[in-house]
């Protein structure tokens, strides 16, 4: 055989072993679908981990969630990298994917591997959530300039006996922990909810915030002798660019 014949067999050979290589970086296989939080409402941001295996570490998997009515599917592409030599040796699959909110019902979830079913179908429930207590607007990032309203969203019926605030974070605005009960109360303005209960709302409540983190924790005791709770963490950022007139997106240097 010809030193030309022997380079020709070895590119073959080469090929096959690279083609045999990329057909298993496409085999998966899903062995447990875990959701996420616990319990499940219809308020939650609901999450599915995804477990399994998969034919090599060089692979690359696409996934969405497809919904047709209550049955919900992960559905996932798995194919080989064809710029990447790996080893084909078969590795831990393992992702989330976002579902979102649900309404309240009877579901299942199930995995979809390049088309084709694969795991456990997995039924869930999702109950309506319990009217409770919130802190608006929530914990979140926003700009020293930045205006905002505070507004405490209490969703039964009932009356408020006492109440307690205390605003704590290391920053300017408030470097330790401070009673700002008083300076709340001051500022409220109740609203009821047309579904029942109340919103007490304080507006431009941002302006009195430096830049730093600021939280706040509010404890709220009813006539029923419940005490309800909630806080929020709000991070304020200095601003160092004003708008300039001439069109969207020119800024200028303060």
């Not at 831990?92 to 179908?121: C, H, K, W």
């Not at 039964?156 to 605003?167: M, N, Q, Y």
């Not at 330790?176 to 300076?183: E, G, K, T």
Request: hydrophobic share 45%.
């Amino acid at each position: 055989m010809t030193f030309k014949g022997n380079v020709i067999l070895k590119a073959a050979a080469t090929w096959l072993l690279f083609s045999s290589a990329l057909a298993q970086a496409q085999y998966g296989v899903v062995e447990q679908l875990v959701l996420s939080p616990s319990p499940l409402t219809d308020r939650s941001l609901i999450e599915v981990q995804v477990k399994g295996l998969v034919g090599s570490p060089c692979e690359i998997i696409e996934s969405s969630i497809v919904q047709e009515g209550s049955r919900l599917i992960v559905d996932t592409s798995i194919r080989g990298n064809p710029v990447a030599i790996c080893i084909a040796v078969v590795v831990p699959l393992d992702f989330t994917e976002t579902i979102g909110a649900l309404a309240p019902g009877s579901y299942t979830v199930e995995a979809r591997i390049n088309g084709v079913a694969s795991g456990p179908q997995q039924a869930f429930s999702v109950v309506a959530a319990a009217p409770g207590f919130s802190l608006s607007p929530p914990t979140g990032t926003y700009a020293a300039n930045q205006q905002f309203d505070f507004a405490m969203i209490l969703e039964r019926e009932g009356s408020i006996v006492s109440g307690k605030a205390t605003l704590s974070g290391k920053n300017t605005g408030s470097a330790a922990r401070q009673d700002v009960s008083n300076l709340l109360a001051q500022c409220l303005q109740q609203y009821h909810l047309s579904a029942g209960g109340k919103v007490l709302r304080c507006p431009g409540l941002a302006a009195g915030l430096g830049e730093g983190s600021h939280t706040l924790d509010v404890s709220l005791t009813l006539d029923t002798q419940e005490v309800v709770r909630d806080s929020v963490t709000w991070t304020v950022l200095p601003v160092g660019i004003t708008a300039v007139k001439g069109g969207p997106g020119a800024v200028a240097p303060q």
